[in-house]
């Protein structure tokens, strides 16, 4: 009893050090929005968005769009990993609708070392669809394995663990307005 009363105090909570305010968000959002509504315009758009952590950007980002967009899921998880990706990837869901002559964009929350993404555009690419590009929140290119470089990218950084809008460590923060570098 002593020893878990001792341990529970030793352990600090980590700090979230500010890294997007909400207002920056929504701006950066807004003019990603513009690009893609204009670079569509006409053309069939299906939006695919990458659960859970691209599911706040996503809302916000179709929201914004003045373009007829299609809108659908697709879940992924890196197994027994609370905060890196292990390169096993798991298809937990797949997408619900056909993407014969559709163009797909993909909305993700975070590119880190480029796995996840290249695995899920090699997977998309075999459903035939007119193209696949990708829209992503973080483009955090300090840890890449495979080059890669999304089309729309609302924000880049080079390292750091990011939490909020979206975002998680173990499940938690997702719901935070904002985002932050946790430092543990
Ligand atoms: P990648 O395969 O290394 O590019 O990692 C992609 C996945 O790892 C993302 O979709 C996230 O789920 C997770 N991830 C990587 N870095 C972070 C981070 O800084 N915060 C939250 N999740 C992250
Ligand atoms: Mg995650």
Request: proline share 3%.
């Amino acid at each position: 009893m002593k020893e878990r009363l001792q341990q529970s105090i030793s352990k600090k909570a980590p700090d979230l050090m500010p890294v997007l305010k909400q207002d920056d968000i929504h701006q950066k959002v807004v003019s990603l929005a513009r690009r893609i509504s204009a670079d569509y315009q006409d053309e069939p758009l299906l939006l695919v968005g990458v659960l859970k952590g691209a599911f706040v950007f996503l809302s916000d980002l179709a929201r914004q769009l003045t373009i007829p967009v299609e809108i659908d899921f697709i879940q992924l998880s890196s197994y027994g990993c609370s905060d890196s990706s292990c390169g096993e990837i798991a298809f937990q869901s797949d997408l619900s609708v056909d993407v014969t002559d559709k163009h797909i964009l993909v909305v993700e929350d975070i590119i880190d070392t480029g796995l996840t993404i290249t695995k899920l555009i090699e997977h998309l690419k075999k459903l035939g669809p007119k193209s696949v590009k990708v829209c992503v929140l973080i483009d955090k290119y300090e840890r890449r394995e495979i080059a890669f470089q999304a089309d729309y990218i609302c924000h880049s950084v080079k390292s750091g663990f990011l939490v909020g809008y979206g975002l998680d460590y173990a499940e938690q923060y997702r719901n935070l307005p904002a985002i932050y570098d946790l430092k543990f």
